[in-house]
């Protein structure tokens, strides 16, 4: 994650700081000094956009979006294809799940699905690098602007929901999962941490990946920011462990995320806790004000 203090400066000069990550809250309270400043409201979505449907409604848009491949063990990642996602990581680890699925099960009944430009100009070319690992049978590309209710199906259709990257500063995608009562596999990293791990429970609502490495990147306009990544081969066996707890156990996991993204990221509370800060703000600006003369902003 990105280091605050390089913002000290800014941050001293607003009256409050609104966190949609916990990570976030964590850093900036202890840049600031000031825990009546800073507030941790998570992102959330509205609950009525992704819900969980029947077992019969799942059936029916298996058979229409997977046809013969509609009992498949199916693995969905939804993101764009850019460098901080891994999609052609993602690929590698799918590759090396269905060579052991196939030792296992003298078979390779898995598709990955992939919401996301194969081709996007910013990524890596996606069909090329399945070809070349020669899975390409076992993936398929939703390469198409897609509305909440057709986005809602994939989630449902799923037996797992993938987020492997290596620097995240909420992701929205497995949280939208969670709200279908999909489980979930991503990397302990940024806004993601408090998605996988229940605070209070220490409870994982799928499974939660420890990074292997954390490297200090960065640009320019960015000079540092921590980037966590985890080995193609932890993720591989996490999808396998997935694979053979079985349906039912899957959908325990899956129905226990529901539970707990309807309790802990509200959208109703959200909405809420905004407009507490905002009118507290106002109210206490006139009190609280302290002009700070900036000199200089790096």
């Known amino acids: ?73 199916i693995c969905t990642w939804v993101n764009r294809n850019i460098r901080r996602k891994r999609p052609a990581d993602v690929l590698k680890a799918w590759q090396m799940f269905l060579f052991e699925l196939e030792d296992k099960t003298k078979n390779k009944n898995a598709v990955l699905i992939m919401h996301t430009d194969p081709y996007d100009n910013a990524g890596t070319n996606l069909i090329e690098v399945a070809k070349n690992l020669k899975i390409l049978e076992n993936v398929r590309f939703s390469d198409q602007e897609a509305s909440f209710d057709k986005i809602n199906i994939l989630y449902n259709i799923s037996d797992i929901v993938l987020n492997i990257s290596q620097a995240e500063g909420f992701g ?47 640009t320019q306009s960015i000079p540092y920011i921590n980037e966590d990544f985890v080995s193609v081969e932890k993720v591989s066996k996490s999808i396998m462990q997935m694979y053979m707890l079985g349906h039912k156990k899957r959908k325990e996991i899956g129905l226990r995320a529901k539970k ?17 800060s905002i009118n507290n703000t106002i109210c206490l600006w006139k009190e609280n004000y302290n002009r700070i003369r900036v000199e200089e902003i790096i």
């Open 172 to 218: 929205l995608t497995t949280l939208e999962a969670m709200h279908t009562a999909t489980p979930i596999i991503a990397t302990l990293t940024g806004g993601l941490t408090r998605q996988l791990i229940n605070k209070e429970t220490l409870e994982v609502n799928g499974i939660a990946l420890k990074p292997d490495v954390t490297t200090i990147s960065g």
């Open 1 to 73: 994650f990105f280091f605050p203090q390089r913002y000290k400066l800014k941050y001293d000069c607003v009256d409050t700081i609104n966190c949609i990550s916990e990570l976030t809250y964590k850093l900036c309270n202890e840049v600031t000094g000031n825990k009546d400043k800073v507030s941790y409201i998570p992102h959330t979505v509205p609950n009525e956009i992704f819900t969980q449907l029947t077992d019969k409604e799942i059936l029916f848009h298996k058979e229409k979006i997977l046809g013969s491949h509609k009992d498949n063990f």
């Open 260 to 276: 707990y993204v309807n309790k802990n990221f509200s959208y109703n509370k959200m909405i809420r806790l905004w407009d507490d």
